[in-house]
């Protein structure tokens, strides 16, 4: 992907992107048995890289999600972060991306260019650059749905989506990509949403970064802790389980080893033991620090993520020795 600085931090560009592409699988979830996702599909040997390409396994199957209604059997994606903007010149990029593409084969014509669709992704309206598309190149751009306008009279199928028109009932998660989170209401349905789907790594990517980009909001909404602590709470449980289980376990070692049974069941009482002091206290004592300190995020990520947790509680010196 060719970054222009003046415009956007590279730094943040790692951060919102790999949000992104889980977040487009989240999207078309429904439909992904039928769709191969590549992230940062690199064109030819040199380091020129498509944002997203959503390729289709069965040509004639449609895909019936919104935002995937235009595909063909190869979508080339380009996504912007909430700080960036599609520029004119994006189109003219992308446009050379779709070309090259249909051009890096090993046989003539093996990519038809009716089969290659761009879809132009951005938290505003690309005013400037759609008006250039109507103005010089005759297009016409059609409002399908909110959020979603379609670009015709271009040999290639362009789709426009703008994240903060999106309907909050179809594209909630998509739309809520932002740093610029307002209604409690969502705030409080992705909570929500999220503790279903917490052990699923592309909710998790999503999640982490619209609470890391929207953190003081999410302080400040009243439905946040009552909905956090509910995650927190189903994590805290499930530790406190496996602590259970290995208590258990360790404890049914030392019995057998002992020969007896009264030797079995003081080891597992205080193999049980151990594991629960050595789990419960030690998560419970890093979630109230990390809430002292309003590190939200950090909750949230070290309640899926072991090698995570493990560090912040080698961090707060409460790494059971």
Known sequence: MIVNNNRTNSSNLRQWHPAFFADIQIELEAERENLIFENEHQLGTKPMEIDALVIKKKSDIPINKNIGRIFRKYNIIEYKSPTDYISINDFYKVCGYAFFYKADTVTEDEIPIEEITISLVSRAYPRKMLRHLREFWKCRVKKMEEGIYYVTGSKIPIQVIVTEQLSKKKNL?????????????????????????????????????????????????????????????????????????????????????????????????????????????????????????????????????????????????????
């Open 173 to 321: 998660w998509l739309r809520s990509l932002t740093d610029r989170i307002k209604d409690k209401e969502d705030m409080k349905r992705l909570l929500n949403e999220y503790r279903e789907k917490q052990k699923n790594p592309l909710y998790e990517s999503v999640m982490q970064m619209i609470v890391r980009a929207n953190e003081e909001k999410f302080r400040e909404a009243d439905c946040m802790c009552e909905a956090l602590n509910r995650i927190i709470q189903d994590q805290i449980e499930e530790k406190i389980r496996k602590s259970l289980q290995a208590g258990y376990d360790e404890g049914y070692g030392i019995g057998m080893q002992d020969g007896i049974k009264d030797g079995m069941q003081r080891g597992m009482q205080q193999g049980m033991q151990q594991g629960m002091q050595r789990g419960e206290h030690s998560i419970n004592s890093l979630i109230l620090c990390l809430a002292e300190l309003g590190r939200t995020s950090d909750i949230i990520r070290s309640a899926s993520d072991p090698e995570y947790q493990k560090k912040l509680l080698k961090e707060f010196g409460l790494l059971p020795e």
